[in-house]
């Protein structure tokens, strides 16, 4: 395995790690300073879809880092292959509750949220219409940016 995926392996079980945590450690309680990281995080993954439904290249460029990698159903897709995407997409819409907040240290932070999402790319729908979301955002030059987005589709009840 290329050290590019080694790291990226690590990221995502770091990230598979954080979500075995409990749903108290997740929720953040209002009004404290975790409720407010989770309200500016919730908008930033919010404008992240939304640059995408808009077909807002630069926007998404914007949110994403560098190094930003998408892992869904497909693999891995780093942040130009999805940038080359964006435009492809149709009919998008989207829905996103849920939100929770696994805070990782003072400039990095993990939203987990669920997302009900339908859209057409070359005349189909791509993937799941319905899965758990994952971003993994870190405070550069002073904005928060995405790093890693995942999606693992819902697929029935506990």
């Known amino acids: 395995m290329g050290q590019r995926r080694a790291r990226i392996h690590a990221l995502v079980l770091g990230l598979t790690g954080m979500l075995a945590l409990s749903d108290t450690a997740l929720a953040a309680p209002t009004g404290d300073p975790a409720a407010r990281r989770l309200k500016i995080l919730a908008a930033k993954s919010e404008e992240l ?3 995408v ?3 807002d290249v630069a926007a998404f460029r914007r949110l994403a880092t560098d190094d930003f990698v998408n892992v869904d159903w497909t693999g891995l ?3 130009s292959e999805l940038a080359d995407a964006i435009p492809e997409y149709e ?3 989207f829905t996103l509750d849920g939100f929770r907040l696994a805070r990782v240290d003072p400039t990095s932070a993990i939203v987990l949220y669920h997302v009900v999402f339908h859209a057409s790319y070359h005349g ?3 993937g799941p219409t319905e ?3 994952t971003d993994a955002w870190t405070l550069r030059n002073g904005a928060w940016r995405v790093v890693v987005h995942t999606e ?3 697929t029935g009840t506990l």
């Open 152 to 154: 693992t589709a819902v």
């Open 77 to 79: 897709t780093s942040k």
């Open 49 to 51: 879809w939304r640059s």
């Open 124 to 126: 189909k729908q791509p």
């Open 91 to 93: 009919n998008l819409t």
């Open 53 to 55: 439904r808009d077909k």
């Open 131 to 133: 899965f758990n979301a």
